[in-house]
């Protein structure tokens, strides 16, 4: 039996999209990336020749219009999200999309109302719902084994703000980016407690904090560095201006959920000696989980009474079926939903839903007292969504 292929178009390779994109997609027996995309054209040469991709172009509005092109994965800098979305989904084409989905809430609610009305998928890549160990929290969660929840509490840390002489590159420009720590890792942290508890955050309280506002410019406009950073020889190049850092390194707030739950996140890239640091810890009537992300293989929980009661814990081995799972992430699943029908990647509405509750943070920081979130009901497709190949 030949099988199914959905055809790929990769936009935005300077960064993780150049890197881990492409390796889920080589990955994939059901994907074939055809096109990739860059306005550094030269970097989208080179990562289609390293990938052995056929077409390499500098203008999204070119590979949207290649007819071989099926899906597009837009891997570009927040600020370009919506453009290339609306476009590629008036093209016909599927998307997953990198997070956070779009600069604001009403941006990221147009682009959920027209994948419905295309009858196109839309996916984000919340790529941590995928670690075998989050998915065993979410399975024990799904059978009731902590009973009613009380608590869920979210770190996301990283540390590579920690250097003053990080420069200040796009992920620090509000233009470009929208927000801070936030939307990078607060968009996670937010996505992964809504599905682990298949709950809404009603409400919030937050702060946020800069807590270096001037950095110096990175080595050149176009580059796209990852948490190491860009090399700065400050002898060789003399005196680097400083320019402003206008967004948040730090997020924390409190929440309540709307099945009454209680939560607290904390994400920060000032968090000295952490690399990519998540830890969640699930409080309820019947027992309690950690989750530590590190650990791939293994949670530690404390279930039933005989446990809690002798403040007792033990380390549960993720089952198999799930451990045969591990590699597979959004990018996998987004392809498979395309091709079978299936729904198991993060939808545009679940986007939405990360950021209606950031919105409601930021408008806490700034009003300095809780704020309620304001959801929008889902879409609803208005032209038929089948399996690409039924």
Partial sequence: ?????????????????????????????????????????????QVAGQWDVPQALDDHRALLALPEVEAVDVATPND?????????????KHVLCEKPLALTVQDAREMERAA???GRRGAVNFIHRYVPSARYVKLLLDEGALGRIYHCNVTYAQGWLTDPGFPRVWRLNRAVTGSGVLGDLGSHAIDLARWWLGAEIGSVSGRLTTFNHRRPLPPSPTAIHGPAGPPLDRAAAGPIPLVEVDVDDEATWLASFENGAEG??????????????????????????????????SVQASLGRAMWHRNAWATLAVPSALMREDGKNAMHYAVEDVLFGTSVAPTFHD???????????????AERRWVDVEMSPAATSTAPMSPLSS
Avoid: K
């Fill in 1 to 45: 039996m030949e099988t199914r292929i959905v055809n790929i178009g990769v936009i935005g390779v300077g960064g993780w999209g150049g890197t881990g994109h492409m390796r889920a997609y080589a990955d994939s027996p059901h994907a074939r990336v055809v096109a990739v995309c860059d306005t550094v054209l030269e970097r989208a040469r």
């Fill in 80 to 92: 370009t999200h919506y453009e290339i979305v609306l476009a590629a989904l008036a093209a016909g």
């Fill in 116 to 118: 419905a009305e295309h």
């Fill in 264 to 297: 607290h996140f904390f994400t920060s890239r000032n968090a000295t000696a952490r690399s990519n640091h998540i830890r969640a810890e699930i409080y309820g009537s019947d027992g309690a989980i950690v989750y530590d992300n590190a650990v791939r293989d």
């Fill in 351 to 365: 986007g939405v839903r990360a950021q209606e509750v950031m919105d409601a943070v930021v408008r806490s920081a």
